[in-house]
Nanobody, 123 residues
Framework: QVQLVESGGGLVQAWDSPRLSCAAT????????MGWFRQAPVKGREFVAA????????YYADCVKGRFSISRDNAKNTVYLQMNSLRPEETAVYYC????????????????WGQGTQVTVSS
């Protein structure tokens, strides 16, 4: 059974730099693209970042490019999202997800999802 468990969320101050983690079990981690998405209240799920199975390729949403950084440790079956200069409007539930092999921004192509971790950014 595949499980993705996010951690590192909570209440943070604007311009803080928290790091989210997502630990994966039940899949061959090194064959999966890993992605981060977020969903704010009354909004749809939004792509944030993705990293290829090898870690060589990364994609970012334009609104986070230059501030967020995605990375992975295949030995630990864990993907990270370093978030810098957070803004109050980025308050959302952050989800990690796994897509087999091909890197993608499309949520529909991710087969496995975590339960999400709430990030609340206070001004």
């Amino acid at each position: 059974q595949v499980q993705l468990v996010e951690s590192g969320g909570g209440l943070v101050q604007a311009w803080d730099s928290p790091r989210l983690s997502c630990a994966a079990t039940g899949l061959t981690f090194s064959t999966y693209t890993m992605g981060w998405f977020r969903q704010a209240p009354v909004k749809g799920r939004e792509f944030v970042a993705a990293i290829s199975w090898s870690g060589r390729t990364t994609y970012y949403a334009d609104c986070v490019k230059g501030r967020f950084s995605i990375s992975r440790d295949n030995a630990k079956n864990t993907v990270y999202l370093q978030m810098n200069s957070l803004r109050p409007e980025e308050t959302a539930v952050y989800y990690c997800a796994a897509a087999y092999m091909r890197i993608t921004r499309q949520a529909v192509e991710y087969a496995y999802w975590g339960q999400g971790t709430q990030v609340t950014v206070s001004s």
